[in-house]
């Protein structure tokens, strides 16, 4: 008997494609979490895509006259790149009905925006996109602060953080949003939370995005060498760790259920991904701030007991 | 062409029916609101044809019209006041990006504090937006101006979005008889959308509005607005020669009445110039050589047209329905801009009245005729008045009576 064909072709490793579409040499830093998903996500869209930028570090991929590209993109604000996907969409859509343009002219409308945008001034036109049904890929590269102007806190920021604004021994004293619940809450075609360091999960995840109608969430925790204070070397052992104590937790929404992609089932300490950063360096030297640490372990325990996995 | 009696709102919605407009991005504000529910109808049994949705905020309809464009379809929308103002970072935005697309804007004052009735400085506040402004003062111009706006817009001389004004309330709640051109004459003046080399499809790799780093090639973009924007002069009355061949209406940049050979002119901009119309026709039975000047056209601003009409006048009446705090009135500072290297130029005054809808009367166009006289006999131009009559403060007094400011003045020094 043959086996009903998925749409979905990646399953291992070596069914990833390597293409490279996004070209190098743009102003990112080195070692950024945030280009890092970007090259995997842009092999798996694909070149007819427009992407749809809010103000943020990624607004300077395309400046005039370079763009790493090979398809299109539009800069927009940091508050309404959702209302453009919007625009774009009901225009192609109806340049298609009226034969104004052939359906192979189509292409798919992608968002690209930052954690500043999206958890905050962004949220009220994504909101309004997704209630809307609106047939579109939201990429959200999450680096926990407003990054592009020397990381201030922003509503992503994680507890006890030291950012440009939140200098204090303590950190930031607030909680990060969580953005995903928010989108969930809307019942969006698909969300997913991925990491740049664990390919093959977020290579799957954007496939079942590309394949899907409606509004989906990619959902990027994007370490930043800079924003973060880590060796540009170390992108992936962090985020590596983000996944494996549990902080930056891989899951899907789909149908109205959130499964978790990948179970740390003996999660490591966060002790372990909070020491190798200088934004939580606070919180071992001078002294060791155990409360503070256990603050944010807990949170973590209280998470994965929730999900009672 | 047929006759109907028509709000100015309703008259707008004709001009974006006729223009065959695809797309109309939405969101609902007083006194706009009659607008949108129209072409939502229209869109529904199918009269149109296309997309009407309705976005979260003025900021993200105005993105979503602009990216449209950008995308290569015919785009309409509307607001008014507060909304304009609330979309006004992405009004100047997508100006930039260089795409043609009609917005109507329904003029209300703005806050504080919050009020529902006509005055300019919403549509003044957009000025320097890049967006080119057109302002119709009945409802038949309403409807003519939008079409007129989607051929300049579009002409690849301009290529800048347009916005039409009309004023809250003395417009676009009231009803006029409204010459609606027949649908297909107005397809043939508009013609098809052209996208030019602007747009989005599979295969053909397009960035656009990305990010400069360095002031000279800022500046070229810049400076190319600009004089794109000043094109539009020429593109308007070539627009309106073409109109008045097909639809027998005459459109110039200013409006003249009963100006030339007058020693005295009014310069007014939206509805509240048919009341100074009517004090014209009273002036002159009373032997007074006194016209009008109405913008029909604000941005670009028609400076040598305004040179023109104003050479040899003995003095001028700019009435601002409008007012920066501060300054005092747009329309005047901007027609003092243009005169200052005039030999000939009229004496100028600064009037502002209208506010909120507040009515200018007869009585004042008259007194206002009185002091440009005086200005010219004496060389001597009076200070810039705010218009306020004695009835108006006493009302006031009143209000504030019930309000107790003066019990709350009392027991503040207390």
Known sequence: MKRKMSKEKIKKMRDIPFERLLASGTAMCAGCGALEALHQIYDILGKNTVFVNAAGCMTLLSVYPFTPFRGSWLYTSMASAPAAAQGIRDALDILIEKKRIKPKDNMQVVVL????????????????????????????????????????????????????????????QYYKKDIFAIWAAHKPAYAATIIGSDPL???????????????????????????????????????????????????EYADGKIVHTKIPRERKPVEEYLKIQGRFKHLFEPQRNDKLIAEIQNEVDKYWGHYNH | MKRKLLTGNAAAAWGARLANVDYVPAFPITPQTEIIETLAGWFDEGALKGRFVTLDSEHSMVTAAASAAVTGVRVFSATSSQGLL?????????????????????????????????????????????????????????????????????????????????????????REPVEIPD??????????????????????????????????????????????????????????EKFEKMFNRSYALIESYMADGADYVFIMIGSFATKAKEAVDMLREAGS?????????????????????????????????????????????????????????????????????RDITAEEFYEIEKEMRKAAETKKPPMARLLFSEAELEAVRKLQGIAGVEKKNEQRKN
């Open chain 2, 289 to 357: 050589l006194t016209g009008l000047l109405r913008l029909r056209m604000f941005r670009p601003f028609p400076e040598e047209e305004m040179k023109k009409l104003l050479k040899g006048k003995k003095a001028a009446a700019v009435i601002d329905q409008n007012l920066a705090p501060g300054k005092g009135g747009v329309i005047y500072t901007e027609t003092a801009a243009a005169l200052c290297n005039e030999k000939e130029a009229p004496f100028l005054i600064s009037y502002i009245g209208g506010l909120g809808g």
């Open chain 1, 201 to 251: 999960d977020l290579a799957k995840k954007v496939e079942k995005a590309k394949n899907m109608k409606g509004a989906k969430l990619i959902l990027a925790l994007s370490p930043c060498p800079t924003g973060w204070t880590f060796h540009s070397n170390e992108t992936v052992k962090i985020g590596k760790l983000a996944v494996e104590t549990g902080i930056w937790p891989l899951k």
């Open chain 1, 113 to 172: 925006a930052g954690d500043g945008s999206s958890y905050g001034m962004g949220l009220s036109a994504a909101s309004a996109a997704i209630e809307r049904n609106l047939d579109f890929i939201y990429i959200c590269y999450d680096n926990e602060g407003y990054g592009n102007t020397g990381q201030q806190y922003s509503d992503a920021t994680p507890h006890a953080a030291r950012t440009s604004t939140s200098k204090s021994l303590t950190g930031f």
């Open chain 2, 86 to 174: 609330y979309a006004s970072e992405m009004l100047y935005a997508v100006s930039g990006y260089r795409v043609p697309w009609v917005l109507v804007n329904v003029s209300r004052g703005l806050s504080s504090p919050v009020t529902l009735e006509a005055d300019h400085n919403d549509i003044f506040a957009l000025r320097d937006s890049g967006f080119l402004q057109l302002h119709a003062s009945t409802c038949q111009e309403a409807l003519d101006m939008v079409l007129m706006a989607y051929q300049i817009a579009e002409d690849v001389r301009v290529r800048l979005p347009v916005i039409v004004n009309i004023d809250g309330f003395y417009l676009s709640f009231t």
């Open chain 2, 183 to 240: 649908e297909n004459k107005a397809r043939e003046f508009i013609g098809e959308f052209d996208a030019h080399n602007i747009s989005f499809r599979a295969n053909v790799p397009l960035s656009h509005a990305s990010a400069v780093l360095q002031g000279s090639i800022y500046s070229y973009f810049r400076y190319e607005h600009h004089l794109a924007a000043i094109q539009a002069i020429s593109v308007f009355n070539e627009s309106a």
